[in-house]
């Protein structure tokens, strides 16, 4: 009967922890990920709310100083390139938003093409 020496528990008890280490510092990474991306996605909420309330000002002002104007385009810059537009309306004597939308107006530069599958090979 061969007996297992103390060659074999430890190399299996520095692989585990190896293995325990990667695991770790992936599970580090992702997180550290995952929070940066919650901190991008909570300034750029916020960011639209205040562009929104601004527009909102602005639709409050215009019902108070009476224009005559039937419909009107609101932009409010949200980040570099990105507008919050709304299409102001009057109804019933008073203006309100009609519609928006957020507009990227940033270009696109396509440096390489992109390869389509085009269901040959």
């Known amino acids: 009967m061969k007996r297992n ?7 299996v008890l520095i692989a585990l922890v190896l293995a325990l ?10 997180a550290d990920l995952q929070n940066r991306m919650s901190r991008s996605s ?3 909420s916020s960011r639209y ?9 602005q639709v409050d002002a215009m019902n108070q100083t009476r ?5 009107k385009y609101i932009s409010v810059q949200i980040l570099d390139g990105q507008y ?5 309306e009057k109804r ?5 938003i009609a519609e928006r939308y957020v507009e990227n107006q940033n270009s696109w530069d396509q440096t390489e093409p ?8």
């Open 42 to 44: 909570i300034d750029y």
């Open 84 to 88: 919050l537009i709304a299409r102001v």
């Open 21 to 30: 280490t990667c695991f770790s510092l992936l599970a580090l990474y992702q």
């Open 67 to 71: 224009m005559d104007e039937d419909k």
């Open 92 to 96: 019933d004597g008073r203006y309100v």
């Open 114 to 121: 992109i390869p389509v599958w085009d269901g040959k090979d």
């Open 5 to 11: 020496g103390v060659g074999t528990a430890s190399f």
């Open 49 to 57: 709310y205040e562009a929104l309330a601004s527009i909102s000002e």
